[in-house]
């Protein structure tokens, strides 16, 4: 079973930045896709930004575009997201999170495996 561990996760005021890591992603577990979600309370789960590999295609909600950036390091099997610019509607808990060939990085439902978490709360 593959584990997902979050890390970077923290208090930091507005217009700040965090770096959020996921380790450890295999390639062996034959992957599709990885990406960040994020659910704040009272909120449903919601994609912030994933990366297809196959295709070298990264995509990035609207609200984080700009601001956010997902990146894989093969080299030590860790995916990250570099978070700057945030702003309090950014504070959440973020996941991580990895779909097989059939799922899909792009909705809740198609993630195969998803890490604990890591919050991420923004003071103004």
């Known amino acids: 079973q593959v584990q997902l561990v979050e890390s970077g996760g923290g208090s930091v005021q507005a217009g700040g930045s965090l770096r959020l890591s996921c380790a450890p992603y295999e390639d062996t577990y034959d992957t599709y896709c990885m990406g960040w979600f994020r659910q704040a309370p009272g909120k449903e789960r919601e994609r912030v930004a994933s990366?297809?590999?196959?295709?070298?295609?990264?995509t990035y909600a609207d609200s984080v575009k700009g601001r956010f950036t997902i990146s894989l390091d093969n080299a030590k099997n860790t995916l990250y997201l570099q978070m700057n610019s945030l702003r309090p509607e950014d504070e959440a808990m973020y996941y991580c999170a990895v779909a097989r060939p059939g799922g899909s990085c792009l909705t809740e439902s198609g993630i195969d495996v998803w890490g604990q978490g890591t919050q991420v709360t923004v003071s103004s």
């Open positions: 990366f297809t590999a196959s295709r070298g295609r990264t």
